[in-house]
């Protein structure tokens, strides 16, 4: 499986664990997290070692549909045209990605909640998220709120909440829907595509999350 999306996700936050009832301060592993864009849709993890070497740790599945660059197709491109297809953030204590499902010639756009448990880098999908628009190029996190770009026809940003269910589990709740105005031509021979040298590229909130 290769995986096309030039996205990379680093984690570095140092969090103490419980053995025995003794604290022991244990350090989660660095990941890199790669998305294969592929028709069932996946996350690529490698840990990254000390030493500046990465170590593949896993391919886990979205539960989306990713739209790949035909074969005889020679541009080269991510057919995302996105650095930010997963976005990794924390939440109330525990590790998440959110992922970017571009949905495949059927327009089955969504994006994918992942919890990350930062001992073993294993993803386990909590929520698949159905989005209104088509193609969908780029996420983005901040604390409790997601926003994804589409970018194929007409170009939207729909934004989310995430929402606890028990202790366990999480989904999306839709927030607000903004249509851009803007209308990316079409692939030929790809519908509900769009090509990575006209898509938006990057969604990303600022600093304080208020914009």
């Not at 028709?39 to 990713?66: C, H, I, K, R």
Request: include cysteine; charged fraction near 15%; aromatic fraction near 8%.
């Amino acid at each position: 499986m290769k995986y096309f999306s030039k996205t990379i996700a680093l984690l570095a936050t140092m969090v103490p664990t419980i053995i025995q009832g003794h604290e022991h301060a244990s350090r989660p592993k660095q990941g890199v997290f790669v998305l294969s864009n592929q028709v069932e849709n996946e996350v690529g993890v490698y840990e990254s070692l000390d030493d500046g070497a990465l170590s593949w740790v896993g391919a886990f599945p979205t539960g989306g549909v990713g739209y790949p660059e035909p074969p005889e197709s020679q541009d080269n491109l991510d057919s995302l045209g996105s650095s930010n297809s997963v976005s990794y953030f924390v939440l109330n204590g525990k590790q998440y990605l959110v992922a970017a499902n571009a949905g495949g010639p059927q327009g089955d756009a969504s994006v994918s909640l992942m919890e990350l448990n930062p001992y073993t880098l294993a993803l386990e999908t909590k929520s698949v998220t159905p989005l209104e628009g088509i193609f969908t190029c780029s996420v983005a996190t901040y604390e409790d709120r997601v926003c994804a770009v589409t970018c194929a026809g007409s170009v939207t940003m729909e934004c989310f909440r995430i929402m606890a269910i028990g202790e366990q589990d999480a989904k999306l709740e839709p927030e607000f829907l903004h249509d851009f105005g803007a209308n990316i031509p079409p692939v030929d021979d790809q519908p509900n595509a769009t090509s990575a040298a006209y898509g938006p590229g990057n969604i990303l909130f600022s600093d304080d999350g208020l914009q």
